[in-house]
Protein backbone atom coordinates (compact mmCIF):
# COMPACT_ATOMS: atom_id res chain seq x y z
CA UNK A 1 0.00 0.00 0.00
CA UNK A 2 1.38 3.22 -0.94
CA UNK A 3 1.58 5.83 1.83
CA UNK A 4 0.42 9.19 0.65
CA UNK A 5 3.25 11.40 1.19
CA UNK A 6 1.92 14.33 3.76
CA UNK A 7 4.75 16.36 4.46
CA UNK A 8 6.24 19.13 2.26
CA UNK A 9 7.15 18.59 -1.24
CA UNK A 10 8.22 21.07 -3.23
CA UNK A 11 7.44 21.76 -7.20
CA UNK A 12 10.11 23.15 -8.96
CA UNK A 13 10.98 25.10 -12.15
CA UNK A 14 14.49 22.98 -12.62
CA UNK A 15 16.57 22.30 -15.92
CA UNK A 16 19.41 21.10 -15.97
CA UNK A 17 22.90 23.23 -17.67
CA UNK A 18 23.58 20.38 -20.38
CA UNK A 19 19.43 20.02 -20.92
CA UNK A 20 18.25 22.71 -22.99
CA UNK A 21 14.81 23.86 -23.64
CA UNK A 22 11.65 21.76 -23.78
CA UNK A 23 9.20 22.04 -26.47
CA UNK A 24 6.68 24.58 -26.36
CA UNK A 25 3.75 21.74 -26.24
CA UNK A 26 5.41 19.26 -23.67
CA UNK A 27 6.11 19.45 -20.37
CA UNK A 28 8.78 17.62 -19.16
CA UNK A 29 7.37 16.67 -15.31
CA UNK A 30 9.84 14.65 -12.89
CA UNK A 31 7.83 13.32 -9.73
CA UNK A 32 6.71 11.09 -7.32
CA UNK A 33 5.78 7.33 -8.60
CA UNK A 34 2.47 7.24 -7.86
CA UNK A 35 1.63 10.22 -6.89
CA UNK A 36 -0.47 12.05 -9.45
CA UNK A 37 -3.22 10.86 -11.23
CA UNK A 38 -3.65 10.09 -14.67
CA UNK A 39 -6.92 11.94 -14.87
CA UNK A 40 -5.19 15.08 -13.61
CA UNK A 41 -2.16 15.10 -16.27
CA UNK A 42 -5.19 14.18 -19.15
CA UNK A 43 -7.10 17.55 -18.04
CA UNK A 44 -3.86 19.22 -17.98
CA UNK A 45 -3.10 18.26 -21.43
CA UNK A 46 -7.29 18.63 -22.75
CA UNK A 47 -7.20 22.10 -20.91
CA UNK A 48 -3.85 23.63 -22.30
CA UNK A 49 -3.03 21.64 -25.31
CA UNK A 50 0.25 20.79 -23.73
CA UNK A 51 1.28 17.15 -23.41
CA UNK A 52 2.91 16.19 -20.18
CA UNK A 53 6.02 14.00 -19.96
CA UNK A 54 5.49 12.12 -16.69
CA UNK A 55 9.12 10.63 -15.49
CA UNK A 56 8.79 9.45 -11.87
CA UNK A 57 11.18 7.69 -9.09
CA UNK A 58 10.85 6.20 -5.70
CA UNK A 59 12.73 8.53 -3.51
CA UNK A 60 14.50 11.52 -3.06
CA UNK A 61 18.88 9.72 -3.28
CA UNK A 62 17.25 8.17 -6.58
CA UNK A 63 15.63 11.90 -8.38
CA UNK A 64 18.80 13.51 -6.86
CA UNK A 65 21.98 10.45 -8.40
CA UNK A 66 19.89 10.93 -11.37
CA UNK A 67 20.01 15.04 -11.76
CA UNK A 68 23.88 15.18 -10.90
CA UNK A 69 24.69 12.62 -13.22
CA UNK A 70 23.16 15.38 -15.80
CA UNK A 71 21.91 14.91 -19.58
CA UNK A 72 18.07 15.10 -18.35
CA UNK A 73 15.31 17.39 -20.01
CA UNK A 74 13.22 18.62 -17.27
CA UNK A 75 10.98 21.96 -16.92
CA UNK A 76 9.33 20.55 -13.46
CA UNK A 77 10.55 18.62 -10.50
CA UNK A 78 9.33 17.50 -7.24
CA UNK A 79 11.60 16.47 -4.73
CA UNK A 80 11.66 16.42 -0.29
CA UNK A 81 12.94 19.87 1.03
CA UNK A 82 16.62 18.21 1.43
CA UNK A 83 17.17 17.16 -1.74
CA UNK A 84 15.95 20.51 -3.09
CA UNK A 85 18.69 21.90 -0.75
CA UNK A 86 21.35 19.79 -2.84
CA UNK A 87 20.19 21.13 -6.03
CA UNK A 88 20.28 24.06 -4.98
CA UNK A 89 23.75 24.08 -3.62
CA UNK A 90 25.42 22.36 -6.36
CA UNK A 91 23.12 25.00 -9.15
CA UNK A 92 21.10 22.91 -10.78
CA UNK A 93 17.53 24.61 -10.31
CA UNK A 94 17.02 27.64 -12.54
CA UNK A 95 15.75 30.62 -10.74
CA UNK A 96 11.68 31.20 -10.67
CA UNK A 97 9.72 33.96 -12.43
CA UNK A 98 6.97 34.53 -10.23
CA UNK A 99 5.49 36.81 -12.80
CA UNK A 100 3.96 33.78 -14.09
CA UNK A 101 3.26 32.24 -10.71
CA UNK A 102 -0.26 34.89 -9.78
CA UNK A 103 -1.32 32.69 -7.66
CA UNK A 104 1.55 32.14 -5.34
CA UNK A 105 0.34 35.09 -2.99
CA UNK A 106 -2.50 32.76 -2.13
CA UNK A 107 0.27 30.87 -0.02
CA UNK A 108 0.47 31.59 3.83
CA UNK A 109 3.64 33.10 4.62
CA UNK A 110 4.75 30.53 7.20
CA UNK A 111 5.12 28.47 4.14
CA UNK A 112 7.44 30.40 2.85
CA UNK A 113 11.06 31.12 2.53
CA UNK A 114 11.92 27.69 4.17
CA UNK A 115 15.01 26.56 5.90
CA UNK A 116 16.08 25.03 2.21
CA UNK A 117 15.62 27.95 -0.14
CA UNK A 118 15.29 30.95 2.11
CA UNK A 119 15.09 33.43 -0.72
CA UNK A 120 12.23 31.53 -1.74
CA UNK A 121 13.94 31.81 -5.58
CA UNK A 122 14.29 28.44 -6.78
CA UNK A 123 10.81 26.33 -4.82
CA UNK A 124 7.11 26.57 -4.33
CA UNK A 125 5.56 25.07 -1.54
CA UNK A 126 3.57 21.86 -2.96
CA UNK A 127 2.03 20.16 -0.21
CA UNK A 128 2.42 19.98 3.71
CA UNK A 129 1.21 18.14 6.55
CA UNK A 130 0.36 19.41 10.04
CA UNK A 131 0.42 17.84 13.62
CA UNK A 132 -2.83 16.70 15.08
CA UNK A 133 -3.04 15.36 18.32
CA UNK A 134 -6.30 14.01 19.86
CA UNK A 135 -6.90 13.64 22.96
CA UNK A 136 -9.89 11.64 24.55
CA UNK A 137 -11.77 12.01 27.86
CA UNK A 138 -14.36 10.06 26.97
CA UNK A 139 -15.84 7.50 29.24
CA UNK A 140 -16.72 5.00 27.22
CA UNK A 141 -15.33 3.65 23.97
CA UNK A 142 -11.73 2.14 22.63
CA UNK A 143 -9.77 4.93 23.99
CA UNK A 144 -11.45 5.05 27.76
CA UNK A 145 -11.01 1.19 27.92
CA UNK A 146 -7.30 1.56 27.08
CA UNK A 147 -6.45 3.96 29.22
CA UNK A 148 -8.13 2.27 32.01
CA UNK A 149 -5.07 -0.43 31.10
CA UNK A 150 -2.43 1.31 30.18
CA UNK A 151 -3.39 5.02 31.82
CA UNK A 152 -2.57 8.32 29.67
CA UNK A 153 -0.93 6.49 26.71
CA UNK A 154 -0.79 6.93 22.88
CA UNK A 155 -3.87 4.57 22.03
CA UNK A 156 -4.06 4.80 18.18
CA UNK A 157 -2.06 6.39 15.61
CA UNK A 158 -3.62 7.75 12.02
CA UNK A 159 -2.03 6.66 8.71
CA UNK A 160 -3.00 8.80 5.06
CA UNK A 161 -2.75 6.58 2.72
CA UNK A 162 -3.81 6.26 -0.97
CA UNK A 163 -6.78 4.39 -0.32
CA UNK A 164 -8.22 3.29 3.11
CA UNK A 165 -10.46 0.54 2.34
CA UNK A 166 -7.68 -0.97 -0.16
CA UNK A 167 -5.32 -0.56 3.09
CA UNK A 168 -7.54 -2.45 5.43
CA UNK A 169 -8.30 -5.44 3.05
CA UNK A 170 -4.69 -5.97 2.73
CA UNK A 171 -4.44 -5.92 6.72
CA UNK A 172 -7.31 -8.85 6.24
CA UNK A 173 -4.79 -10.36 4.00
CA UNK A 174 -1.87 -10.30 5.80
CA UNK A 175 -4.02 -11.78 8.88
CA UNK A 176 -3.94 -8.33 10.56
CA UNK A 177 -6.76 -7.82 13.19
CA UNK A 178 -9.68 -5.54 12.34
CA UNK A 179 -11.23 -3.35 14.88
CA UNK A 180 -14.91 -1.38 14.36
CA UNK A 181 -17.08 0.05 17.17
CA UNK A 182 -20.38 2.33 17.78
CA UNK A 183 -20.20 5.11 15.64
CA UNK A 184 -22.13 8.30 16.92
CA UNK A 185 -24.14 11.00 15.70
CA UNK A 186 -21.59 13.29 13.21
CA UNK A 187 -18.78 10.45 13.38
CA UNK A 188 -16.81 8.76 10.02
CA UNK A 189 -16.66 5.24 10.63
CA UNK A 190 -12.99 4.74 9.88
CA UNK A 191 -10.91 1.89 8.73
CA UNK A 192 -8.70 0.76 11.31
CA UNK A 193 -6.27 -2.53 12.34
CA UNK A 194 -4.61 -3.31 15.96
CA UNK A 195 -1.34 -2.74 16.35
CA UNK A 196 1.40 -2.72 19.02
CA UNK A 197 -0.18 -3.28 22.22
CA UNK A 198 -3.65 -3.68 21.18
CA UNK A 199 -3.37 0.36 20.21
CA UNK A 200 -4.97 0.83 17.02
CA UNK A 201 -3.94 2.02 13.66
CA UNK A 202 -7.00 4.18 11.71
CA UNK A 203 -6.74 4.71 7.96
CA UNK A 204 -7.58 7.92 6.12
CA UNK A 205 -7.56 8.97 2.58
CA UNK A 206 -7.90 12.34 0.06
CA UNK A 207 -10.73 9.98 -2.13
CA UNK A 208 -13.55 9.92 0.73
CA UNK A 209 -14.76 12.16 3.61
CA UNK A 210 -12.02 10.08 5.52
CA UNK A 211 -10.04 13.01 4.25
CA UNK A 212 -12.04 15.77 6.15
CA UNK A 213 -12.11 14.10 9.29
CA UNK A 214 -11.14 17.45 11.11
CA UNK A 215 -13.75 19.10 9.76
CA UNK A 216 -16.50 16.43 10.20
CA UNK A 217 -15.46 14.73 13.84
CA UNK A 218 -13.99 18.20 15.03
CA UNK A 219 -14.91 21.93 15.95
CA UNK A 220 -12.25 24.49 16.46
CA UNK A 221 -11.13 25.95 19.74
CA UNK A 222 -12.16 29.45 20.25
CA UNK A 223 -12.62 29.86 23.77
CA UNK A 224 -9.02 31.76 23.69
CA UNK A 225 -7.07 29.66 25.73
CA UNK A 226 -4.66 28.90 22.73
CA UNK A 227 -0.93 29.99 24.22
CA UNK A 228 1.74 31.54 21.57
CA UNK A 229 2.19 29.32 18.33
CA UNK A 230 5.29 27.47 18.66
CA UNK A 231 6.04 26.83 15.34
CA UNK A 232 5.48 23.00 15.05
CA UNK A 233 4.92 22.18 12.11
CA UNK A 234 5.03 18.23 11.49
CA UNK A 235 5.25 14.80 13.29
CA UNK A 236 8.31 13.67 12.28
CA UNK A 237 8.91 10.23 14.12
CA UNK A 238 7.01 8.29 16.74
CA UNK A 239 9.70 5.50 19.38
CA UNK A 240 7.62 2.88 20.13
CA UNK A 241 8.85 0.27 22.88
CA UNK A 242 8.26 -3.68 23.01
CA UNK A 243 9.49 -6.63 23.99
CA UNK A 244 13.10 -7.71 22.84
CA UNK A 245 11.24 -11.15 21.86
CA UNK A 246 8.78 -8.38 19.94
CA UNK A 247 10.73 -6.49 17.53
CA UNK A 248 10.93 -9.40 14.58
CA UNK A 249 7.38 -9.94 14.36
CA UNK A 250 6.39 -5.82 14.82
CA UNK A 251 9.19 -5.49 11.96
CA UNK A 252 7.71 -8.06 9.92
CA UNK A 253 3.67 -6.41 10.65
CA UNK A 254 4.70 -2.64 9.35
CA UNK A 255 7.33 -3.56 6.36
CA UNK A 256 4.41 -6.03 4.81
CA UNK A 257 1.42 -3.88 5.68
CA UNK A 258 3.00 -0.60 4.40
CA UNK A 259 5.39 0.90 2.09
CA UNK A 260 8.39 0.93 4.48
CA UNK A 261 11.82 -0.42 4.64
CA UNK A 262 13.71 -1.01 7.85
CA UNK A 263 17.66 0.63 8.45
CA UNK A 264 20.24 -1.32 9.78
CA UNK A 265 19.34 -1.79 13.58
CA UNK A 266 22.00 -0.29 16.09
CA UNK A 267 22.85 -0.60 19.91
CA UNK A 268 21.76 1.96 22.12
CA UNK A 269 23.53 2.56 25.36
CA UNK A 270 21.27 3.07 28.40
CA UNK A 271 22.74 3.38 32.22
CA UNK A 272 20.54 0.18 32.66
CA UNK A 273 21.58 -1.45 29.71
CA UNK A 274 21.69 -2.16 26.38
CA UNK A 275 18.57 -0.97 24.33
CA UNK A 276 18.29 -2.00 20.48
CA UNK A 277 16.95 0.36 17.95
CA UNK A 278 15.54 -0.30 15.06
CA UNK A 279 14.14 2.11 12.41
CA UNK A 280 11.47 1.49 9.50
CA UNK A 281 10.41 4.69 7.34
CA UNK A 282 9.31 5.32 4.17
CA UNK A 283 11.54 6.06 0.66
CA UNK A 284 10.94 9.70 1.38
CA UNK A 285 10.92 9.95 5.26
CA UNK A 286 7.28 10.82 5.69
CA UNK A 287 6.58 7.76 7.98
CA UNK A 288 9.42 7.28 10.04
CA UNK A 289 8.74 4.47 13.32
CA UNK A 290 11.44 4.01 15.79
CA UNK A 291 11.28 0.39 17.36
CA UNK A 292 13.20 0.07 20.55
CA UNK A 293 13.45 -3.22 22.65
CA UNK A 294 15.89 -4.41 25.62
CA UNK A 295 16.73 -7.89 27.40
CA UNK A 296 17.73 -5.58 30.50
CA UNK A 297 14.76 -5.28 33.31
CA UNK A 298 16.46 -2.28 34.00
CA UNK A 299 16.39 0.15 31.24
CA UNK A 300 14.26 2.91 30.42
CA UNK A 301 12.48 0.47 27.49
CA UNK A 302 11.77 -2.00 30.19
CA UNK A 303 10.63 0.46 32.63
CA UNK A 304 7.99 1.71 30.17
CA UNK A 305 6.95 -1.48 29.43
CA UNK A 306 6.14 -2.54 33.43
CA UNK A 307 4.91 1.23 33.79
CA UNK A 308 2.42 0.84 30.70
CA UNK A 309 1.62 -2.67 31.66
CA UNK A 310 2.81 -2.79 27.97
CA UNK A 311 4.25 -2.39 24.26
CA UNK A 312 3.68 1.65 23.32
CA UNK A 313 4.60 5.02 21.84
CA UNK A 314 6.93 5.84 24.60
CA UNK A 315 7.67 9.59 22.43
CA UNK A 316 6.60 11.90 19.79
CA UNK A 317 9.18 13.71 17.84
CA UNK A 318 7.69 16.94 16.52
CA UNK A 319 9.59 19.26 13.93
CA UNK A 320 10.19 22.56 13.83
CA UNK A 321 12.25 24.95 11.01
CA UNK A 322 13.64 26.85 13.48
CA UNK A 323 14.31 25.12 16.31
CA UNK A 324 15.35 28.26 18.78
CA UNK A 325 12.29 29.99 18.06
CA UNK A 326 9.94 27.09 18.56
CA UNK A 327 12.18 26.41 22.36
CA UNK A 328 11.97 30.31 23.61
CA UNK A 329 7.81 30.05 23.09
CA UNK A 330 7.69 26.73 24.45
CA UNK A 331 9.29 27.83 27.34
CA UNK A 332 7.15 31.26 27.29
CA UNK A 333 4.35 28.80 27.40
CA UNK A 334 5.41 26.80 30.30
CA UNK A 335 6.84 23.67 28.72
CA UNK A 336 9.55 22.18 31.05
CA UNK A 337 12.37 21.04 29.01
CA UNK A 338 14.74 18.24 30.04
CA UNK A 339 18.17 19.81 31.35
CA UNK A 340 21.16 18.63 29.38
CA UNK A 341 24.23 17.74 31.63
CA UNK A 342 26.66 20.81 31.26
CA UNK A 343 29.87 18.45 30.39
CA UNK A 344 27.72 17.86 27.27
CA UNK A 345 28.24 21.05 26.01
CA UNK A 346 32.05 20.95 27.18
CA UNK A 347 31.93 17.74 24.94
CA UNK A 348 30.86 19.78 22.39
CA UNK A 349 32.92 22.29 22.18
CA UNK A 350 36.17 20.07 22.14
CA UNK A 351 34.73 18.23 19.45
CA UNK A 352 32.92 20.38 16.69
CA UNK A 353 33.37 23.69 15.19
CA UNK A 354 30.59 25.42 16.50
CA UNK A 355 31.35 28.96 17.32
CA UNK A 356 31.08 29.63 21.17
CA UNK A 357 28.02 31.99 21.07
CA UNK A 358 26.05 28.83 19.66
CA UNK A 359 27.28 26.31 21.91
CA UNK A 360 26.25 28.98 24.71
CA UNK A 361 23.17 29.24 23.25
CA UNK A 362 22.43 25.74 23.24
CA UNK A 363 23.45 25.23 26.46
CA UNK A 364 21.37 28.11 27.72
CA UNK A 365 17.80 26.41 26.02
CA UNK A 366 19.28 22.34 26.82
CA UNK A 367 19.61 21.83 22.79
CA UNK A 368 21.12 18.48 21.59
CA UNK A 369 23.50 19.13 18.63
CA UNK A 370 24.57 16.70 15.93
CA UNK A 371 26.55 16.53 12.49
CA UNK A 372 26.97 14.28 9.71
CA UNK A 373 28.94 16.06 6.81
CA UNK A 374 27.11 19.38 6.21
CA UNK A 375 23.66 18.10 7.51
CA UNK A 376 22.99 19.34 10.76
CA UNK A 377 20.22 18.10 13.58
CA UNK A 378 19.16 20.11 16.75
CA UNK A 379 17.09 18.32 19.16
CA UNK A 380 15.33 19.12 22.19
CA UNK A 381 13.06 16.90 25.27
CA UNK A 382 10.32 17.52 26.97
CA UNK A 383 10.20 16.29 30.60
CA UNK A 384 8.79 13.18 30.84
CA UNK A 385 4.98 13.10 31.79
CA UNK A 386 3.72 10.73 34.08
CA UNK A 387 7.30 8.98 34.46
CA UNK A 388 7.31 7.36 30.82
CA UNK A 389 5.78 9.95 28.65
CA UNK A 390 7.76 12.58 26.53
CA UNK A 391 8.11 14.57 23.32
CA UNK A 392 10.76 16.04 21.12
CA UNK A 393 11.04 18.53 19.13
CA UNK A 394 13.36 18.70 15.84
CA UNK A 395 14.85 20.65 13.25
CA UNK A 396 16.92 18.74 10.61
CA UNK A 397 19.11 20.29 7.73
CA UNK A 398 19.30 17.57 5.32
CA UNK A 399 19.92 15.23 8.66
CA UNK A 400 18.47 11.65 7.81
CA UNK A 401 19.25 10.01 11.39
CA UNK A 402 17.70 10.59 14.91
CA UNK A 403 20.61 11.76 16.91
CA UNK A 404 22.09 8.41 17.72
CA UNK A 405 24.91 9.91 19.19
CA UNK A 406 23.23 11.87 21.98
CA UNK A 407 20.95 9.32 22.84
CA UNK A 408 23.13 7.90 25.71
CA UNK A 409 23.15 11.42 27.26
CA UNK A 410 19.47 11.61 27.14
CA UNK A 411 18.79 8.66 28.49
CA UNK A 412 21.46 8.85 31.78
CA UNK A 413 19.72 12.56 32.01
CA UNK A 414 16.35 11.00 32.43
CA UNK A 415 17.47 8.30 34.46
CA UNK A 416 18.95 10.97 36.90
CA UNK A 417 15.47 12.51 36.92
CA UNK A 418 13.13 9.97 37.32
CA UNK A 419 15.56 8.99 40.78
CA UNK A 420 14.62 13.35 41.82
CA UNK A 421 12.45 14.81 39.62
CA UNK A 422 12.13 18.49 38.56
CA UNK A 423 9.85 20.22 40.62
CA UNK A 424 6.95 22.13 39.69
Known amino acids: MKLLRILPLLALAAVIATAGRAADKELNLYAWSEYIPQAVLDGFTQETGIKVNYETFASGEEMLAKLLAGGTR ?12 ALIKNKLLIPLDYKKLPNFKNILPEFTKMPHDPEQKFTVPYMTGTVGIVVNTEKEGFAHSYNITHGTAVCALGLRVDDAAAALDRAQLLLDMPFRQAVGPGELEIPAVRGLGGSLIYFIDPKTDLGRVWDIEFRPVTDGSAKGDAGLQRVDHLQQVMLYDEMLSWLLFYTSLLEVEKTPAQDVLDPGGLVKSQVVQSDDGRLRL ?53 NYYDDLEAKSELTMELIDTLKAHNIFYDREGDAEYFQVYTATIEDRFFFEIVERRGYRGYGAVNAPIRLAAQARLAASPIQS
Open 290 to 342: VLNGSQSGRTQTSRFLSEAFGSGVQHIALSTDDLLATVRQLEANGMKLLPVPE
Open 74 to 85: YDLIQPPDYIAE
